[in-house]
């Protein structure tokens, strides 16, 4: 059996396999795990009786932040020499496998890392590294991230970390061919409900007149939270927290998984609209029935009901439409 650190997707799964009341042995058969590390995962993951993936992911990063580095490297021995070799220019990969292969010790370059950031080595030694951050082609700082007075996702309320209402939203754009063109998504973390619309470009102005007017057709006791990443499309998001009355709450950049909901359910739309495919030849119909198409698709997490038959509180209505 795979014995690898749980994944925030399994995480997810032994959610949805609790509320299917599936047994700690069925959820280990079904992840490939043993059932005493499933068993110990629920049990130190379990808030007020409910097992949350959300706050088991935060804890697992906050151990792997701390792992390794303060233990393995409390020896000034081994500080000074990495720091000797970072200074002359090796990258922490390279210290480590060189390391191993001279049998000095036996050190991962994920540890020089960490040792980096939590500040063991001298102060200026980050600015040693080859890559100090994404940069653009252009040598422009990428700036992705940087929009000013947002909310975290560690400040999102626990109803919708554990999904226990519906009124939490991810949301996300997928692009066109060459960039142009986009399809605004916002996905309901409770009941993968899929609210989408086709747009001509990413602009924070398109992309909040996009989202005003499809969720004037949803309830306002049924629009709480969204959670977004950090695209300059949503840059203008107290605009829509001011008009809808909502709070928005924005992933860490370059962690995905923290809006995992959405990046499956983008996946489940790039079926019918691959990458390279010409946005701007597409037409809205076309983008309203695929959504059209998932949402009334049997979820195995829904216990086979429909996204629409959960959101709505009423059967899937059927239809026979094609693209």
């Known amino acids: 059996m795979n014995q ?4 925030i997707l399994e995480r997810e799964s032994i959610l949805e396999f609790l509320t299917l009341n599936y047994s700690w042995a069925e959820i280990a058969r079904q992840l490939g795990k043993h059932r005493s590390t499933i068993g110990r995962e629920i049990k130190r993951n379990t808030i007020n009786g409910k097992y949350s993936p959300f706050n088991a992911q935060l804890a697992y990063r906050e151990r792997k932040k701390k792992c390794g580095a303060k233990n393995i490297l409390k020896e000034s021995i081994l500080l000074i020499d990495i720091q000797e070799k970072l200074e002359k220019g090796w990258t922490p990969e390279q210290i480590s496998e060189r390391a ?5 010790y036996n050190l991962s370059f994920k540890t020089i890392y960490r040792a980096i950031k939590i500040g063991l080595f001298l102060e200026d030694t980050v600015k040693l590294l080859p890559r100090k951050g994404k940069v653009k082609k252009n040598g422009v700082k990428e700036k992705r ?10 400040e999102r309320p626990q109803e919708a970390n554990d999904r226990i209402e519906i009124g939490h939203y991810e949301s996300d754009t997928i692009v066109g061919a060459e960039h142009k063109g986009a399809i605004m998504t916002y996905v309901c973390r409770k009941t993968r409900f899929l609210i989408g619309e086709l747009m001509p470009d990413r602009k924070a102005k398109t992309f909040n007149n996009a989202t005003l007017e499809n969720f004037k057709y949803i309830p306002k006791e049924l629009v709480k939270t969204f959670t977004s990443d ?6 203008r998001f107290k605009e829509l927290e001011e008009k809808m009355e909502i709070k928005t ?3 860490n950049p370059y962690h995905s ?7 499956n359910t983008n996946g ?9 495919t010409d946005f701007l030849k597409l037409t809205k119909q076309e983008v309203n029935i ?3 198409k998932i949402n009334n698709r049997p979820r195995k997490c829904l216990g086979w009901r429909t996204p629409h038959e959960v959101f709505w509180g009423e059967p899937t209505v059927a239809f026979n439409l094609t693209i």
């Open 4 to 7: 690898n650190h749980i994944t």
């Open 257 to 263: 998984w923290e809006r995992g909901t959405n990046e």
């Open 100 to 104: 191993k292969l001279d049998k000095l």
């Open 290 to 292: 695929a959504i059209q």
């Open 268 to 276: 489940l739309l790039r079926r019918f609209f691959p990458k390279g």
């Open 145 to 154: 991230g940087c929009i000013p007075d947002k909310k975290m996702i560690e």
């Open 230 to 235: 950090n695209g300059k499309e949503f840059s």
């Open 249 to 251: 709450y924005f992933a």
